[in-house]
């Protein structure tokens, strides 16, 4: 899970009626307590880790695709220059997300 800036995010006048319909403060809370009670690990990353700009397979930052956020949202196909994958961004982030090595852990599991 990625550490987001809710309050940052209500601030954009474009994201804010879609993060406030989304409940997102909730959605954090219910999904930590349903990893607890189930015994699953929940990892959070820094909100600057850059999921949806790497390349899950080589590694290889894409930083030509993406260019600011309202546009990243825009753009729904992840390709690398490097290795030619063309991906889901979502996937790809999730996967990346899946693989990251520095983060806190929000539930311990034994």
């Not at 690990?41 to 850059?50: A, C, G, H, K, N």
């Not at 546009?71 to 196909?77: H, N, P, T």
């Not at 030619?84 to 990251?100: E, F, K, M, P, Y």
């Amino acid at each position: 899970m990625e550490k987001l800036n809710i309050k940052g995010m209500k601030a954009n006048p474009k994201l804010a009626p879609s993060i406030q319909k989304l409940g997102l403060s909730y959605f954090k809370t219910w999904l930590t307590w349903q990893c607890l009670k189930h015994g699953i690990e929940l990892r959070e990353v820094s909100t600057w880790y850059p999921s949806t700009k790497l390349c899950s397979t080589c590694g290889t930052y894409n930083r030509a695709q993406f260019h600011g956020t309202m546009a990243d949202l825009a753009v729904r196909q992840f390709n690398c220059p490097h290795c030619g994958l063309s991906i889901d961004r979502d996937v790809n982030a999730a996967i990346n997300l899946q693989q990251a090595t520095d983060y806190t852990v929000l539930t311990a599991t034994e």
